[in-house]
T-cell receptor, first 112, second 115 residues
């Protein structure tokens, strides 16, 4: 089955810095890669996603890049703010399976 | 995601007791899922259902049971066979079908604690 590795497990940055979280996947058939943000004690919420026919997608301060050859994808957050502090999860799934495999999460801490 | 509700928010289980967690959605989603979340472990799939009256085991189904009698509802029972049930349980739903979004929408979660 699919295996998703996520790094780092913890990331501490100063407000205004950029943050990058990286994930690798094992199944070359995976073609949908969502990213979720989970604040403490709350539900995960989708913040951005990318499909395998696209190499990069941006939404304001958030961007995701995908390298299908290397089987890795990354989340980039620019100009970080304290409210960006949360746990971020990546996931990978194959079209039609609707069963994503999640990474273990990255705890992002943004210091004011 | 306001269309998925879970209850209760907190649940306490005594040893040897079965408890049931509720999950309801009004998004008309075909598929529903149960995940268990432990610190540092990410989201682990317990059970999922893509159609009424049918469900499949996920990665950690032992000690759990589910039913899907209605499209809107997917309750999870934590049985006495689950020896370490303390965790945060998340229910999710998604659409199915060609061209459908694969995004999962999560409920607010139930925190289960053992007395």
């Amino acid at each position: 089955g699919e295996n998703v590795e996520q790094h780092p497990s913890t990331l501490s940055v100063q407000e205004g810095d950029s943050a990058v979280i990286k994930c690798t996947y094992s199944d070359s058939a995976s073609n949908y890669f969502p990213w979720y943000k989970q604040e403490l004690g709350k539900r995960p919420q989708l913040i951005i996603d990318i499909r395998s026919n696209v190499g990069e997608k941006k939404d304001q301060r958030i961007a995701v890049t995908l390298n299908k050859t290397a089987k890795h994808f990354s989340l980039h957050i620019t100009e970080t703010q304290p409210e960006d502090s949360a746990v971020y999860f990546c996931a990978a799934s194959k079209g039609g399976s609707y069963i994503p495999t999640f990474g273990r999460g990255t705890s992002l801490i943004v210091h004011p | 995601d306001g269309g998925i509700t879970q209850s209760p928010k907190y649940l306490f289980r005594k040893e040897g007791q079965n408890v049931t967690l509720s999950c309801e959605q009004n998004l008309n989603h075909d598929a529903m899922y149960w995940y268990r979340q432990d610190p540092g472990q990410g989201l682990r799939l317990i059970y999922y259902s893509q159609i009424v009256n049918d469900f499949q085991k996920g990665d950690i189904a032992e000690g759990y049971s589910v039913s899907r009698e209605k499209k809107e509802s997917f309750p999870l029972t934590v049985t006495s066979a689950q020896k370490n049930p303390t965790a945060f349980y998340l229910c999710a739903s998604s659409m199915l079908g060609r061209g459908a979004e694969e995004t999962q929408y999560f409920g607010p979660g139930t925190r289960l604690l053992v007395l």
